[in-house]
């Protein structure tokens, strides 16, 4: 079996948080009465290293090799993936949220991080989002909506 590739060095931690519960958060924000404008930090309920995230994904302890970011970069390149440096630099990394927590602000139970969990996020058409820990978007109550999903996020 082919190893595991990871960015970094696998010690990075990461919260993962469901693809469901960003939603919930989205739609609590677009729910209120009133109009929220702030930012909020989005993470899921547990912090893990990126190795352990990586067999928890492939359903079982995998041999894997780390990868700089730059290293990372011309291999995708080599691929044909398109990806950037930044990404793979924010990939190598911690990645967790910044407080007021979204989840506790919109009343919204996290996810755990467990198998049945990435079952179901293996549904949806884009898996890294829908693991990704962190999400940004703003409410739709004002003219600039957005649920994109992205690094270092925050519900703006």
């Given at each position: 079996?082919?190893?595991?590739?990871?960015?970094?060095?696998?010690?990075?931690?990461?919260?993962?948080?469901?693809?469901?519960?960003?939603?919930?958060?989205?739609?609590?924000?677009?729910?209120?009465?009133?109009?929220?404008?702030?930012?909020?930090?989005?993470?899921?309920?547990?912090?893990?290293?990126?190795?352990?995230?990586?067999?928890?994904?492939?359903?079982?302890?995998?041999r894997k090799l780390h990868l700089s970011p730059r290293v990372g970069i011309r291999a995708a390149r080599l691929t044909g993936v398109r990806l950037t440096l930044a990404a793979l630099e924010v990939l190598a990394k911690d990645s967790l949220a910044d407080a007021p927590d979204a989840a506790k602000e919109f009343n919204v139970r996290r996810t755990p991080l467990e198998r049945d969990s990435i079952g179901r996020s293996r549904e949806c058409p884009n898996r890294l989002t829908a693991l990704h820990p962190t999400a940004t978007g703003r409410s739709r109550k004002g003219p600039s909506s957005s649920g994109a999903v992205g690094p270092k996020g925050a519900l703006k």
């Open positions: 079996m082919r190893p595991a590739l990871v960015v970094g060095t696998g010690r990075q931690i990461v919260a993962p948080i469901h693809v469901d519960d960003v939603a919930a958060v989205l739609a609590g924000a677009d729910d209120r009465e009133r109009v929220e404008s702030g930012t909020w930090g989005l993470e899921g309920p547990d912090r893990v290293p990126a190795d352990d995230l990586t067999d928890l994904l492939a359903g079982q302890r995998r």
